[in-house]
Nanobody
Framework: QVHLVESGGGLVQTGGSLRLSCASSADVGVFSAMDWYRQAPGQQRELVAGLTRDGSSNYPDSVKGRFTISRDNAKNEVYLQMTSLKPEDTAVYYC????????WGQGTQVTVSS
């Protein structure tokens, strides 16, 4: 069983930055993809950053240029660097990993005040 644990969320002002971390109990290099999703109250969970095994990343237009996903294979961690944060970025952020199964962390709250 794979366990993912997010950390780094919190309260930040508009324009601020946060760095989320996702610690994996498994070697992050084995997953076909590791991603960050977010879910705001009353809304569907949405992908905000994806990273494939070969290092290719993808972002939706809403965060492109502001969010960066990265991976540290030695630490078995994945990160989401968020800059120029906006109130609409407020959500619970989840780490996701995919191999034959899909795995989710418990989420970390990010709140951006206006």
């Amino acid at each position: 069983q794979v366990h993912l644990v997010e950390s780094g969320g919190g309260l930040v002002q508009t324009g601020g930055s946060l760095r989320l971390s996702c610690a994996s109990s498994a070697d992050v290099g084995v997953f076909s993809a590791m991603d960050w999703y977010r879910q705001a109250p009353g809304q569907q969970r949405e992908l905000v950053a994806g990273l494939t095994r070969d290092g290719s990343s993808n972002y939706p237009d809403s965060v492109k240029g502001r969010f960066t996903i990265s991976r540290d294979n030695a630490k078995n961690e994945v990160y989401l660097q968020m800059t120029s944060l906006k109130p609409e970025d407020t959500a619970v952020y989840y780490c996701h990993a995919k191999l034959w199964n899909e795995y989710w962390g418990q989420g970390t709250q990010v709140t951006v005040s206006s």
